[in-house]
């Protein structure tokens, strides 16, 4: 009997394939290439492609291991991807499973620094426009800083030493570790929220220096928003000198160290006295000098002759007012004697005239009128008789009165001559029937 070749299912072909790869593989690879096709999947998990110049190769990081990636994958960015092989059974094909993964050239964390810094500054979180002014004279500051560090220390002196009527309150957080950027920005959350009661003028978020890993909680985007949505103006203390966070770009202001934080929150006050001394030298000089201004114009005032002899202007007054009292009644004098020449003058022009035989005269007059005027009346009566009889005659004669007796009167529409023959009017001409009232009847003629 002839041997049978074996036949294998894609099941058992794919399994071969996944236990020869387990056997003759390393267990861990570090693999260079460029990534493409990448998808990061609602549930967490992210697929991609590492590729070259010859060749590619499929990869999958899970959710779990892609949380510890500070910075955000792009296609065409090169990355070094630390991880296994193996079969994907299902889809018949060999692939990559990442467990960490990490940008070439440069470090991870700096990655994700430049990242985030691209996305903040591009949606506006760092514009000058959004900065809240810093108060001159707080008189409540709020610090935000780990207790355990020297940071704390650092910032309390450094505000007592140029401010010490200032008032801080402490609020001691985490400043490193997993979740401390989210603690961070619930302590800031909460602080708004309370700030009413609280009444702070100023919050001091930070911590003293470390590698990037230590200060990178400064670096999550909740806390840079956090800070950017705070009402109370934030100060960012974090660090050394050369230290530069997320924060710092949000906050309203930045102290280059913790130490540094107090020349930013508060006034020097030895400058401030400095000030308020000179202020006091000039308003002095300024008093002193107007005083003496003054002094000089009441002097002159005083010199005047009215103060020398106060009532000089109250007998000046008397006086005027004494000449004017004799001239006004030279003048009222004056003008009734005028007037009683005038009234005497009237009175002989009236005695010439001899009212009371004018009076006679016209009374004459006015009697003849009157008799002058029954006769008009009586004229008038006799026409307005004749111009009845007249009336009633023409009424008589009037063709339309004739018309409330039930005749009526046609006229021809188009000559406007009234139709007393058939020779007056054609066959299609418009009549037009008066009746009485002035009723009127538009017919036409159709037949003679």
């Known amino acids: 009997m002839k041997n049978r070749k074996q036949i294998y299912t894609v ?16 267990s861990r690879l570090i693999i260079r290439g460029e990534i493409s096709d990448f998808k990061h999947h609602t549930s967490g998990h992210c697929y991609f492609s590492l590729k070259d110049q010859s060749g590619i190769l499929p990869c999958v990081m899970w959710a779990s291991k892609f949380r510890s990636v500070k910075f955000s994958p792009e296609d065409g960015m090169a990355v070094l991807a630390t991880g296994h092989i193996d079969v994907y059974t299902v889809g018949g094909k060999y692939q990559l499973y990442v467990d960490k993964l990490e940008p070439e050239g440069v470090g991870a964390l700096q990655l994700a620094f430049e990242q985030m810094v691209k996305k ?49 309150f402490f609020y001691p957080v985490p400043v490193q570790g997993k ?3 989210e603690k961070i920005a619930a302590a800031l959350r909460d602080i708004n929220r309370r700030n009413k009661e609280l009444k702070l003028d100023v919050l001091i978020v930070g911590r003293g220096g470390g590698a990037l890993e230590d200060l990178w909680a400064f670096n999550e985007e ?18 050394h000198e050369v230290d530069v966070t997320v924060a710092d770009f949000v906050a309203d202001a930045r102290a280059s160290t913790p130490t540094k934080a107090g020349v930013v929150a508060v006034p020097d006050m030895q400058e401030v006295l400095g000030q308020l001394i000179s202020m006091e ?60 020449e005038k009234l005497s003058a009237a009175y002989e022009q009236i005695v010439r005239i001899e009212p009371h035989r004018l009076l006679g005269n016209k009374t004459v007059e006015l ?7 029954e006769g008009i009346s009586v004229i008038i009566n006799n026409s307005r008789m004749q111009l009845t009889a007249q009336a009633n005659r023409l009424a008589g004669l009037n063709p339309k009165s004739v018309l409330q007796r039930g005749y009526s009167i046609t006229t021809n529409k188009k000559t406007g001559l ?12 418009r009549l037009i029937t008066e009746l009485a009232e002035e009723n009127l009847i538009e017919s036409k003629v159709t037949k003679k």
Do not use: M
């Open 120 to 168: 903040l500054q591009a949606e506006g979180l760092f514009d000058d426009v959004h900065k809240k002014p810093i108060p001159t004279y707080p008189e409540r500051i709020g610090i935000l800083t780990s207790e355990s560090g020297a940071a704390v220390h650092d910032i309390i002196d450094s505000i007592h030493y140029r401010w010490p009527c200032v008032k801080l």
């Open 222 to 239: 909740v806390l840079a928003r956090a800070i950017f949505d705070s009402k109370i103006p934030v100060i960012s203390a974090v660090g």
């Open 418 to 429: 009234v139709v007393r023959t058939l020779e007056d009017v054609r066959i299609g001409d």
């Open 11 to 26: 099941s058992q072909v794919n399994s071969l394939i996944k236990v020869a790869l387990e056997e003759n593989l390393p």
């Open 281 to 340: 030298r000039r308003l002095t000089g300024q008093t002193k000098a107007r005083v003496k201004l003054a002094q000089q114009k009441l002097e002159i005032i005083l010199a005047n002759a009215v103060f020398r002899n106060p009532l000089l202007l109250v007998q000046n007054s008397r006086q005027q007012l004494d000449e004017l009292s004799a001239e006004l009644a030279e003048t009222i004098k004056e003008l009734l004697a005028g007037a009683r």
């Open 179 to 181: 979740g401390a950027a």
């Open 367 to 373: 009697n003849n009128w009157q008799d002058e005027r």
